[in-house]
């Protein structure tokens, strides 16, 4: 069964430094999404991504974040200078059609001491 | 570990009975829902759906119902099973993805 993967399972980085989350989306799906959720808190809404570019982004998506999807499989989230609280786990999503049937990733659990 | 920060609510069944767990969504613009399922440790698992224009959308065990008029979503799961012990919670879209906190539902032997 087809499924989303995520690396590294487990990212631990210094306040001010930038990460790159990523995301392996199921092959033939085209739209794909970033949520987050912080440790005992409701998942949040990042971004959605289709076509090669951003559809809709949620406030929390402010300029430290980016999303780019460099090749035909890789789907990856930037954050520039990352802040104590974005320390959470970060899910990847993909579906086939637009927000219909998400298919999660495993999630990336983002330290940032 | 320990969550902290959001008190989930509890629901506890025996195994074999129905369950039913409600969301009270916040936006009458919305017109998409979803429910999911999240195991310990793990993504946010697909349920099932519901657009606006639908009261009740049956699957497999499962089954969602909407009200719009008091703006409210409630998940049925029929035969529960130990397997189904986990956080539920629902999703509304409208001009974004908005989740709600969820439910632990747990599955008594």
């Known amino acids: 069964e087809p499924e989303v993967t995520q690396t590294p399972s487990h990212q631990v980085t210094q306040m001010g430094q930038e990460v790159i989350l990523r995301c392996v989306p199921i092959?033939?799906?085209?739209?794909f999404y970033w949520y987050r959720q912080i440790l005992g808190q409701k998942v949040e809404f990042l971004v959605s991504?289709?076509?090669?570019?951003?559809?809709?982004k949620s406030e929390i998506f402010d300029d430290q974040f980016s999303v780019e999807r460099p090749d035909g499989s890789n789907f990856t989230l930037k954050i520039r200078s990352t802040k104590l609280e974005d320390s959470a786990m970060y899910f990847c999503?993909?579906?086939?059609?637009?927000?219909?049937?998400?298919?999660f990733g495993p999630g990336t659990r983002l330290t940032v001491l | 570990g320990e969550s902290v920060g959001l008190h989930l609510p509890t629901l506890s069944v025996q195994e074999g009975d129905n369950s039913i767990i409600n969301c009270a969504y916040s936006?009458?613009?919305?017109?998409?829902f979803i429910w999911y399922k999240q195991e310990s440790g793990k993504g946010p698992q697909f349920i099932i759906d519901?657009?606006?224009?639908?009261d009740k959308r049956q699957g497999q065990r499962v089954t969602v119902l909407l009200n719009k008029t008091v703006k409210h979503l409630s998940l049925q799961i029929a035969a529960t099973q130990p397997g189904d012990s986990a956080v539920y919670f629902c999703?509304?879209?409208?001009?974004?993805?908005?989740f709600g906190p969820g439910t632990r539902l747990s599955v008594l032997p």
């Open positions: 999503a993909s579906s086939g059609q637009r927000y219909n049937e998400q298919f």
């Open positions: 092959s033939n799906h085209l739209y």
């Open positions: 991504f289709y076509n090669n570019e951003i559809s809709e």
């Open positions: 936006n009458s613009a919305s017109d998409y």
């Open positions: 519901i657009r606006s224009n639908m």
């Open positions: 999703a509304e879209w409208g001009q974004n993805f908005v």
